[in-house]
């Protein structure tokens, strides 16, 4: 199972909207509802952002949303803050196992 | 609040076994939880390494499927990891994390800390 697709990298200005893109296949993202997001700042455990596409934990602002389209997830942030610059990733079910994105660093400017 | 702490040896010799407990506090083991070992080389990205249900079941990320085993003990709200024939490549901090009430879903809402494991010899 390969590893979902994530853009390496993407940049925003303070207060700007950015949105990091997760592609997978008809094995994962694009037939089954249960993908998730994860942010992780530098030597800290990842953190449940989104689930189930655009679900959202209790206290994770409703800044951040998700949506999917075909094969292809999303995570949209907006109003940047400092505080959002850490690395996202992004997860889906498949039959045989979780599999994870590459991971996108997001940079606040 | 349910906390997670791994524990175990920071270093492991090429092709021995790495082992791993992760001590649930905060909540019960038994709840109807699954709970999952998720590894991050360093610099690198995360990967699903496997899962285990109270009652013993458990799933593997087919690309370790043959030098992992998950257990559970219920008695000590604890949960433990066992990988063998390491290699370099096995180099990783390695989390537990409490998944969903559904197996292999990607939905992990509480994390341990992480622990470093180094393969070296």
């Known amino acids: 199972q390969s590893a979902l697709t994530q853009p390496a990298s993407v940049s925003g200005s303070l207060g700007q909207s950015i949105t990091i893109s997760c592609t997978g296949t008809?094995?994962?993202?694009?037939?089954?509802?249960?993908v998730s997001w994860y942010q992780q700042h530098p030597g800290k455990a990842p953190k449940l952002m989104i689930y189930?596409?655009?679900s959202r934990p209790s206290g994770v602002s409703n800044r951040f949303s998700g949506s999917k389209s075909g094969s292809t997830a999303s995570l949209t942030i907006s109003g940047l803050q400092a505080e959002d610059e850490a690395d996202y990733y992004c997860?889906?079910?498949?039959?045989?196992?979780?599999?994870f994105g590459g991971g996108t660093k997001l940079t606040v400017l | 609040q349910v906390q997670l702490q791994e524990s175990g040896p920071g270093l492991v010799k090429p092709s021995g076994t790495l082992s791993l407990t992760c001590a649930v506090s905060?909540?019960?083991?038994?709840?109807?939880?699954?709970w999952s070992w998720v590894r991050q080389p360093p610099g690198k990205g995360l990967e699903w390494i496997g899962e285990?249900?109270?009652?013993?079941?458990?799933n593997y990320n087919p690309s370790l499927k043959s030098r992992v085993t998950i257990s559970v003990d219920k008695s000590k709200n604890q949960l433990s990891l066992n990988l063998t024939s390491v290699t370099a490549a096995d180099t990783a901090v390695y989390y537990c994390?409490?998944?969903?009430?559904?197996?292999?879903?990607?939905?992990?809402?509480?994390w341990g800390q992480g622990t470093l494991v180094t393969v070296s010899s």
């Open positions: 994390a409490r998944g969903d009430r559904f197996p292999i879903n990607p939905t992990f809402d509480y």
């Open positions: 905060g909540g019960s083991i038994s709840s109807s939880n699954w």
């Open positions: 285990i249900y109270h009652s013993g079941s458990t």
């Open positions: 008809s094995s994962d993202v694009g037939v089954y509802n249960y």
């Open positions: 189930d596409i655009r």
């Open positions: 997860a889906s079910y498949t039959t045989t196992t979780t599999v």
